[in-house]
């Protein structure tokens, strides 16, 4: 595929008197990551559901791998899989059995499922395992058997609502790898997170949603670029950052900003100069820190 995999224009959705995306434009290309960052209730997972036609806009067209959504949903339905937050997985059944079920329901004949199973199980890391009731699996093992489900059939265009959410380190980056994987053969991946890091590290485009609206979009470093220069930061005795000051990188900002924190008096206070992250952008932008920082929990093994 070539162009845009999936074209997005004026979209606007409303629940009452609640506006929930008010006037989205997107695109994105064909083979690449596009993760979409916002707060709680930005309105990323109505945007997903959407997209995956669970639910109709009341405004704009979508088109999907060339699919109309108005006029071809069962095109895009064709050319799509999604995974959500929870891992969508029958815990009676084992991951073959899993695999093999889902295969034959995309018309696979058993054969085929069985080579299809195999296949998913040795290159999501789930052979030791395989033959074990999903109910006994950890977190980690459960959302890469969830994200295996949904590439039975390999479609050209994937959405990933917040998949590594509650994952541990190992876990996380585990996924990441695979989620790279997909997009070097060609897969269309559109991600929603909440982790920073992880747009950081796959997406090769960010927009930044909030209040329904688009309020940026770019690179990871484009965004980083619109914080400023340089943050100064103030950490105290045991080495925590108590103040942040971004700047514009020149010399007489940073030494503003360094004046400016020496004046708080802070006793045993250390002053230390960064780049911006994307933290520092998703502040500027849209005034609240990433929700991963506010609420992430304990993560799952």
């Given at each position: 595929?070539?162009?845009p995999?999936?074209?997005?224009?004026?979209?606007?959705?409303?629940?009452?008197?609640?506006?929930?995306?008010?006037?989205?434009?997107?695109?994105?290309?064909?083979?690449?990551?596009?993760?979409?960052?916002?707060?709680?209730?930005?309105?990323?997972?109505?945007?997903?559901?959407?997209?995956?036609?669970?639910?109709?806009?009341?405004e704009?067209?979508?088109?999907?791998?060339?699919?109309?959504?108005?006029?071809?949903?069962?095109?895009?339905r064709?050319?799509?899989?999604?995974?959500?937050?929870?891992?969508?997985?029958?815990?009676?059944?084992?991951?073959?059995e899993n695999?093999?079920?889902?295969?034959?329901?995309?018309?696979?004949?058993?054969?085929?499922?069985?080579?299809?199973?195999?296949?998913?199980?040795?290159?999501?890391?789930?052979?030791?395992?395989?033959?074990?009731?999903?109910?006994?699996?950890?977190?980690?093992?459960?959302?890469?058997l969830?994200l295996?489900?949904?590439?039975?059939?390999?479609?050209?265009?994937?959405?990933?609502?917040?998949?590594?959410?509650?994952?541990?380190?190992?876990?996380?980056?585990?996924?990441?790898?695979?989620?790279?994987?997909?997009?070097?053969?060609?897969t269309?991946?559109?991600?929603?997170?909440?982790?920073?890091?992880?747009?950081?590290?796959?997406?090769?485009?960010?927009?930044?949603?909030?209040?329904?609206?688009?309020?940026?979009?770019?690179?990871?470093?484009?965004?980083?670029a619109?914080?400023?220069g340089?943050?100064?930061?103030?950490?105290?005795?045991?080495?925590?950052?108590i103040?942040?000051v971004?700047?514009?990188?020149?010399?007489?900002?940073?030494?503003?900003?360094?004046?400016?924190?020496?004046?708080?008096?802070?006793?045993?206070?250390?002053?230390?100069?960064?780049?911006?992250?994307?933290?520092?952008?998703?502040?500027?932008?849209t005034?609240?820190?990433?929700?991963?920082?506010?609420?992430e929990?304990?993560?799952?093994?």
């Amino acid at each position: 595929m070539t162009g845009p995999a999936i074209e997005v224009t004026g979209l606007r959705k409303s629940y009452g008197a609640q506006t929930v995306l008010d006037g989205i434009d997107l695109r994105v290309e064909a083979g690449t990551v596009f993760a979409l960052l916002g707060p709680n209730g930005a309105g990323k997972t109505t945007l997903i559901t959407i997209l995956s036609t669970l639910v109709r806009p009341d405004e704009g067209s979508v088109t999907v791998a060339g699919h109309d959504l108005e006029n071809d949903a069962d095109g895009v339905r064709r050319a799509i899989s999604v995974t959500g937050q929870a891992a969508a997985v029958d815990g009676v059944l084992t991951a073959e059995e899993n695999l093999r079920m889902m295969a034959r329901l995309s018309g696979f004949t058993a054969a085929e499922s069985k080579r299809r199973a195999a296949e998913l199980i040795e290159r999501f890391d789930l052979g030791a395992a395989a033959r074990k009731r999903v109910a006994t699996y950890s977190g980690g093992m459960r959302r890469r058997l969830d994200l295996a489900l949904s590439l039975v059939a390999t479609p050209p265009v994937i959405f990933l609502d917040e998949p590594t959410t509650g994952l541990d380190t190992r876990s996380r980056q585990t996924l990441w790898d695979i989620i790279q994987d997909l997009a070097r053969r060609g897969t269309t991946i559109l991600l929603t997170t909440q982790y920073m890091e992880e747009a950081d590290q796959l997406a090769d485009r960010i927009a930044v949603l909030d209040r329904g609206v688009i309020v940026a979009e770019g690179t990871a470093d484009e965004l980083k670029a619109r914080v400023g220069g340089e943050v100064v930061e103030l950490r105290d005795a045991r080495g925590e950052v108590i103040r942040e000051v971004p700047t514009d990188g020149s010399v007489e900002a940073l030494r503003a900003a360094i004046d400016r924190l020496d004046a708080l008096g802070v006793a045993g206070a250390t002053i230390g100069i960064r780049k911006p992250s994307l933290d520092d952008a998703f502040l500027t932008l849209t005034g609240q820190p990433s929700g991963a920082n506010e609420t992430e929990k304990e993560a799952v093994r």
